[in-house]
């Protein structure tokens, strides 16, 4: 993956993922930026891992659980869920109408 | 259907576990409250900072549902995110679990053949939108109540090779998860939700390409059949999804790789999402969910909770009591209520009285006790001790009858047994009688 320039169509795609829509400039600025944070991440490359067993978190814990109790001192009230949003309805979040049938 | 095409089918169903609180939060599991946003909290919300923590009951429930299906337990296992960006979903990722699910490799008989399970696994419940035009504007209403309920996925190799199958499939996964008493997999609530892939094989292309080879090729495409809530639709979308792509396929063409949703009121599928917007769910291990290990210890603290298996109960009960399945399966849920069934059988036997009768008198007649079901068949109530009296009285008044039966006019019998009964002035079971009668002769 190394000196790769990042094409116009991943830069869209990474932004469709990302749900962000970009202007023209945009798009040729962060292909540039993506491109040498790929880069730099390509780094790791040089790291000889062989005999390394893949690591997916770094806590050392493990069996964490909660007992099947339902803990209703951390539940908010609607109006406190619904707080920090601009847009509702009748203790409802309200989006702009999404696909459905 | 003509022979060209063997319709291929795999199946994804998700049923919400009916746990008393969330997957990873402590809110309590009730996701079709009346009022919105009553049961929610940081963790189902996605507020920044908040950390989830596995619910130990919603994995032990998991493990029980893979070993009913006869699933291989996974040892060693973990949560991944898995990222899209949709309103139902705030932290923009869904805790689920990728390449190691609870439990792999099952399998589910059907009258057609068994449906080899390929995982089951454990993920959060997404909230709900409600589509509305307010003040002229379409918008999406949300409700977080169902966000982070537990929700588990049964995922099938394609197996199946039509819609009546895939409908027996369903409904036989539904009774195992309801024996089980892990979730009441109400479809119309969402409390079940089944897709499924379909494709279809051209039979003849195949016998050319691959004449020395039994096991076919899947085909190049297959669309995903999504969302829905009951068994006919199941079966009824199937059937439309069949005869369009056999329309597309006999002009030459090649299906488009989709999801697509079924409508109930015109009776047809359309698209929803199609290959070029085809999800890209960049999946990690959750850190802030730590690995789980199933030990042996625990795995079996869970088997000693399974009950007698699904399959192994019809047939003990076939043998030993002579009913039929597809009767007795309709008069209880939850292996609790098997017993308590059985228990029943028990007394019948007891009585005397004939639980294929009594069973067929639950299913038809609505009765519930076997106190209804002696008064509907007009059954008294008399004692063994009190019918030897009258027995021995009719037999002896009656030497000639006793004579033929000894001399083999077995049927004679019947006579004998009218005349106990006409003496009694009582109604009592034909079977019971007949039997005494002969421990007399």
């Not at chain 2, 705030?90 to 390449?99: A, L, R, V």
């Not at chain 2, 119309?188 to 292309?205: D, T, W, Y």
């Amino acid at each position: 993956m190394s000196k790769k320039t990042l094409s116009t169509e991943e830069i869209l795609h990474i932004a469709k993922l990302g749900n962000l829509t970009l202007t023209e400039k945009e798009v040729e600025l962060f292909k540039k930026q993506l491109s040498s944070v790929i880069e730099y991440i390509d780094k790791l490359q040089e790291v000889d891992t062989k005999n390394v067993e893949p690591l997916s978190q770094t806590t050392g814990l493990t069996d964490i659980f909660r007992k099947d109790e339902p803990d209703e001192k951390r539940t908010l009230i609607p109006e406190e869920a619904l707080k920090n949003t601009k847009s509702k309805e009748n203790n409802l979040f309200k989006v702009k109408a999404v696909l459905t049938e | 259907m003509d022979k060209k095409y063997q319709p291929i089918i795999g199946m994804e169903t998700h049923v919400e576990l009916k746990t008393k609180s969330g997957m990873f939060c402590g809110c309590k599991n009730d996701p079709d409250a009346k009022k919105p946003n009553i049961h929610t909290c940081p963790v189902c919300l996605g507020l920044p900072g908040a950390l989830p923590v596995a619910n130990k009951k919603a994995i032990e429930w998991t493990i029980k549902l893979g070993l009913a299906l006869g699933c291989k337990i996974n040892k060693l296992s973990k949560f991944d995110r898995k990222h899209y960006f949709y309103p139902d979903l705030p932290k923009g990722y869904q805790i689920s679990q990728y390449d190691m699910p609870f439990c792999y490799q099952g399998k589910v008989e059907t009258s057609f053949g068994p449906v080899r399970i390929t995982r089951v696994h454990l993920e959060e419940d997404t909230g709900k939108l409600i589509h509305q035009n307010i003040n002229g504007h379409n918008v999406s209403l949300i409700d977080f109540n169902r966000s982070g309920v537990p929700l588990v996925e049964v995922v099938t190799e394609p197996d199946i090779f039509s819609s009546v199958q895939a409908k027996e499939y369903a409904k036989k996964l539904r009774q195992i998860i309801r024996y089980l008493d892990i979730s009441d997999c109400d479809m119309e609530k969402g409390g079940m939700r089944l897709e499924a892939n379909i494709s279809l094989l051209n039979v003849k292309s195949q016998m050319t390409n691959n004449k020395s080879n039994s096991k076919f090729k899947l085909p190049n495409y297959k669309v995903e059949l999504k969302n829905i809530n009951s068994f006919r639709f199941l079966e009824r979308g199937i059937e439309y999804e069949i005869e369009r792509q056999r329309e597309i396929l006999e002009s030459g063409k090649t299906p488009i790789q989709e999801t697509r949703g079924y409508n109930a009121e015109k009776n047809i599928t359309f698209t929803q999402r199609t290959k070029e917007e085809a999800a890209d769910y960049r999946y990690f291990p959750d850190p802030d969910l730590p690995p789980i290990n199933i030990s042996e210890k625990w795995l079996n603290e869970i088997k000693s909770t399974l009950p007698e298996p699904f399959d192994g109960l019809f047939k003990r009960w076939q043998e030993k009591y002579n009913l039929k399945p597809e009767l007795v399966e309709l008069l209880f849920e939850t292996a609790e209520e098997s017993k308590k069934l059985e228990e029943l059988f028990k007394k019948c036997i007891k009585e005397k009285l004939s639980v294929e009768k009594f069973v067929n008198a639950m299913v038809h007649k609505k009765i519930k006790t076997i106190e209804e079901f002696k008064k509907m068949t007009n059954i008294d109530e008399v004692s063994d001790d009190d019918l030897k009296v009258i027995i021995e009285k009719i037999l002896k008044v009656n030497p000639k009858a006793v004579a033929d039966y000894k001399a083999g006019k077995i049927n004679t019998i019947n006579f004998l047994v009218g005349m106990v009964m006409r003496e009694a002035k009582k109604k009592i079971e034909f079977q019971r009688l007949q039997d005494l009668i002969k421990s007399f002769l």
